[in-house]
């Protein structure tokens, strides 16, 4: 097996999929309840439904610190590799801040931030374009090519039931601005690729019809029948994702399939109910 060059750490705005090399290092996100915390790792989701229809107190999220990129940097390096760290956007979170600032902790690690400007299963698609390049022995250069050009082809969207968490959480922005005070509507959302913040791209008067329109993104955006490799996400309701793969099986061939639970600080800013895709065409970059 080829030595690695370098390592890969991200943050807690990843969603991980078995079936790609998420398997690394993360800087956990934290969920506050009051005067109660919990890191990530320490609620599942099913605890954080509860929580969210049992507990008056609505929930907020806290980035990680310096410290907690620092540890995911030196887990990551082992005997002093150089760390690339892929950050959830900067439109999004201030992780990528934290990174910036726990240089100072490491000072004996090379460590290349990188801001992947999206999250979640696209966050994962851009993690495993880095680790694969680490595996097969490539420089770190490569590595940041294979990430752009992922990003670059990757489109995350996705939609949820109510409109609520986004707007107790503030993140709610150019989806609220396009939707008016129509919040009875179900949006579709996907990431700025530049700003990396949310915005609205379509909607939908119910939640059967939003997953329809989900489906009929990706295709707008790809071309009906282009091969697809496709990230599925969900929240309480799993059934929800195996809707939209039908929907997308209907219209595209699938090389890759993946299905993941959104993970809980994610889940607090879409609600419980929330389903999303990332999608990208064809093979991956450093396959064709």
Known sequence: MTSPLFAVATDGGLDAFEGLSNNVPVAPFSLNFGTKTYRMNELTREELYRELQTNPVHPTSSQPTPQDWAQAER????????????????????????????????????????????????????????????????????ALDWVRRTHEETELYFTIETLEYLRRGGRIGRVQATLGGLLNLKPVITVDK???????????????????????????????????????????????ADALLAALQARHPLVWVGMTGVNPVLNVHTGPRALGVAAAPGRWVWER
Request: net charge neutral; hydrophobic share 40%; no cysteine.
């Open 75 to 142: 887990a990551a390096s082992g005997d002093g590799l150089p760390v690339l760290a892929l950050t959830i956007s900067s439109g999004l979170s201030g992780s990528r801040n934290a990174a910036e600032q726990a240089r100072a902790l490491v000072p004996e690690l090379p460590v290349t931030i990188h801001d992947t400007r999206t999250l979640s299963a696209a966050q994962a698609f851009q993690v495993h374009a880095a680790v694969t390049a680490a595996q097969r022995g490539e420089t770190l250069e490569t």
């Open 194 to 240: 530049q700003a990396g913040i949310y915005t609205n791209v379509g909607r939908a008067r119910s939640y059967r019809g939003a997953i329809d329109a989900v489906a009929a993104q990706v295709t707008s955006r790809y071309g009906e029948g282009t091969p697809l490799r496709v990230g599925l996400l969900y929240g309480s309701v799993r059934e929800d």
